[in-house]
């Protein structure tokens, strides 16, 4: 995923650093423990398609942010055949609709942010979320990934500026007015493989307290 920077001068960057609230976070983020107490009561799934499949329909208009080379474009015209897709990102080398989310200034039905919110700073993580709110359609979905930080080595990167566990991406989104709904950890392996990693070592994991699943997708969706 390419390096990602919705704050792109000064001024913005001052008119946006005090949407951090700690205690804000504080308690945002034990909603989110209380429904989800560890990371091993978050379900684990093979890959993202197979939430997208199920929350895109025919007609939706989705935002890729940081959208990197636009390989989901393709996905999504290759299932669905009355889609409007388009995409955010500060590489200006690609063909992007737009470099900056203050730019734009239509709805979207969708918007997807995978493995992104990593390469930002705090202060630029919390105004692209406020940003992505504005943006949806009332009721429209984020599906946002990030590296899992109890994945020993997962997070490390010389890209990334800022790691989240799963509450605190959870209380994050809820800071910016959108509603986590489901949180998951996204592993696929071969067959025999996937299953001895979840059925026979996950006790080992879980007495550890490291996971071996690489990455973590939540659903959040605006108020209707």
Sequence with gaps: MSGFRSITNEEQMTDHTNVTSWSALYNSRKKIRTRFPSI????IIKKINQILIK???????????????RNLKQKLEERYSNITYKSM??????????????DIQEQFDVITMFECIEHLTLEEGAD?????????????????S????????????????VPFRYDELGGF?????????????????????????IYITSFIHKYLNVDFVRSILII?????
Excluded: Q
């Design 40 to 43: 091993w009561k978050v379900p």
């Design 55 to 69: 929350e895109i329909k025919e007609g939706y208009k989705i935002l890729d942010v940081g959208s990197c080379n």
């Design 89 to 102: 990102d500060v590489d200006t080398k690609n063909n992007h609709d737009y470099n900056n989310m203050h």
């Design 128 to 144: 692209t979320l406020k940003e992505i709110e504005r943006v949806l359609k009332p009721g429209g979905i984020l599906l946002i």
């Design 146 to 161: 990030t590296p899992n930080t109890y994945h020993p080595n997962r997070y490390w990167e010389c890209t990334h500026k």
């Design 173 to 197: 989104l809820e800071m910016a007015g959108l509603k986590t709904e489901k949180i998951y950890r996204i592993y696929n392996d071969v067959f025999f493989a996937r299953m001895f990693r």
């Design 220 to 224: 959040a969706r605006k108020k209707g």
